[in-house]
């Protein structure tokens, strides 16, 4: 049974319903992909026993990863709450991302105050593409901070993403991601073995996945 911290923690998403696994009825995400799961670490904030995984993880991750860290910064709109959490124990300035200016008052897109030249490390709830995560180091970088790294509660380990962060110069460490998650999915009866395929068959190549069903 689960028996490392990444399968203990997706065990847990699995049991407050963060992550749900349905290869024969698949998700459509906001992209258009067709996805056989689907995450919503948003609901860890309603769980006190989780919240506090995610809070003391995501800091030892920081302090062993990234000890050089002066300031963090969230993702929104996932990350906010995790990041300022983490910010908390680590008594560091926080900021959080927008994923596009404010259209009104200053029309902010980095929310707080990060000074330049800071070395940053930004917190991210889910990795998938990596797209947006990415766009938030960006943005950080053009305010003049040296991002350091990130860190995330989980992880799908797309090929595309695992690119694009090297691509970025971007290390990222997560808690849990999508090996620990079917592996204790199916530890646990959450999926069956024939239905192990299917999600190896996504994880591949997720933009292609069940192209039938548009």
Excluded at 45 to 58: G, Y
Excluded at 64 to 87: D, K, M, Y
Excluded at 131 to 159: D, H, I, N
């Amino acid at each position: 049974m689960a028996n490392t911290l990444d399968k203990i923690f997706a065990a847990k998403l699995l049991e407050i319903k963060a992550i749900k696994l349905q290869p024969e009825n698949p998700f459509t995400w906001a992209s258009g992909w067709k996805s056989p799961m689907y995450c919503d670490n948003r609901k860890v904030n309603a769980f006190p026993e989780v919240r506090n995984i995610v809070k003391l993880e995501l800091t030892r991750l920081i302090l062993e990863n990234f000890p050089e860290a002066e300031a963090v910064a969230g993702v929104a709109t996932g990350a906010i709450a995790q990041g300022a959490l983490v910010s908390d124990i680590l008594g560091k300035p926080y900021s959080y991302v927008r994923s596009k200016p404010k259209d009104h008052g200053m029309g902010n897109l980095i929310e707080g105050e990060i000074k330049p030249g800071s070395k940053v490390v930004v917190v991210e709830d889910l990795i998938s593409t990596g797209g947006s995560s990415l766009k938030a180091v960006e943005a950080l970088r053009q305010a003049g901070c040296e991002v350091v790294g990130m860190v995330a509660s989980f992880t799908y380990g797309f090929p595309v993403a695992e690119k694009a962060f090297a691509d970025a110069g971007v290390k990222l460490v997560t808690i849990s991601n999508y090996e620990a998650l079917t592996a204790i999915a199916l530890e646990t009866g959450y999926i069956k073995e024939e239905q192990v395929p299917t999600l190896k068959e996504w994880r591949a190549n997720p933009s292609e996945w069940r192209n039938d069903l548009k």
